[in-house]
């Protein structure tokens, strides 16, 4: 079976500031793809980034970066300088080699103020 | 846009009442799910189908039936609404074929569903 945690419920920051949000999977398939979405307040889910389980290379991509660690099990998701705009609830999600279906955490939501 | 389109984008519904949520994807996806979305926990897979003609029961399948009319069409019925299905529904889709599991979930906007 598989699982992924996200021990964070809520995170509240300062405009500008870094944050990191956790995610832990498990999982026995050695194949496997993890996943980020953000649902901002209008409720829609948007796609961030995969990671497949033979690549463990971290990714930047402008204020975001991502942490995988396989001796960990670990998918962690830092913003960098914070701003309002990132407010939202952020889902990480897990898909094992043999299924078409998605797990996803409880996700956390990040609240931004000024 | 290509996408997936949900509808309707909200309901309220007598308990008891049935309705069916639509749900088409123009992406030429093989596989389609339904969740629920509630408060503090997550998403929770309903029911799922791997490709055309088949389907199968996620997490919390109890309550709903769901038909796969075609590729692009796979909808979800409540046949007897209770309080307890009041959620935001969401329809996604995705790539499945064995080289394209990597592929992420698009999804819908959702489905406000309220049963008094």
């Known amino acids: 079976a598989q699982k992924v945690t996200q021990a964070q419920t809520e995170i509240s920051v300062v405009e500008k500031e870094d944050v990191t949000l956790d995610c832990v999977y498990e999982t026995r398939d050695t194949t496997y793809y993890l996943f980020w979405y953000k649902q901002p307040p209008s409720g829609e889910l948007v796609f961030l980034i995969r990671?497949?389980?033979?690549?463990?290379q971290n990714e930047i991509s402008g204020r975001y970066s991502w942490n995988f660690q396989k001796s960990t099990s670990s998918f962690n998701f830092t913003i960098t300088a914070s701003q309002v705009v990132d407010s939202a609830v952020y889902f990480c999600?897990?898909?094992?080699?043999?299924?078409?279906?998605?797990?996803f955490g409880t996700g956390t939501r990040l609240q931004v103020t000024l | 846009n290509a996408g997936v389109t949900q509808t309707p984008k909200f309901q309220v519904l007598k308990t008891g009442q049935s309705m069916t949520l639509q749900c088409a994807q123009d992406m030429n996806h093989n596989s389609m799910y339904w969740y629920r979305q509630d408060p503090g926990m997550g998403l929770r897979l309903i029911y799922y189908?791997?490709?055309?003609?088949?389907?199968d029961k996620g997490e919390v399948p109890n309550g709903y039936n769901v038909s796969r009319l075609n590729k692009r069409e796979f909808s979800l019925r409540l046949e007897s609404a209770a309080p307890s299905q009041t959620s935001v529904y969401f329809c996604?889709?995705?790539?499945?074929?064995?080289?394209?599991?990597?592929?992420?979930?698009?999804f819908g906007d959702g489905t406000r569903l309220s049963i008094l």
């Open positions: 990671r497949n389980s033979f690549d463990e």
């Open positions: 996604a889709s995705s790539e499945s074929t064995t080289n394209r599991r990597n592929q992420p979930q698009h």
């Open positions: 189908s791997a490709s055309e003609g088949t389907t």
């Open positions: 999600a897990l898909r094992t080699g043999t299924a078409s279906k998605l797990t």
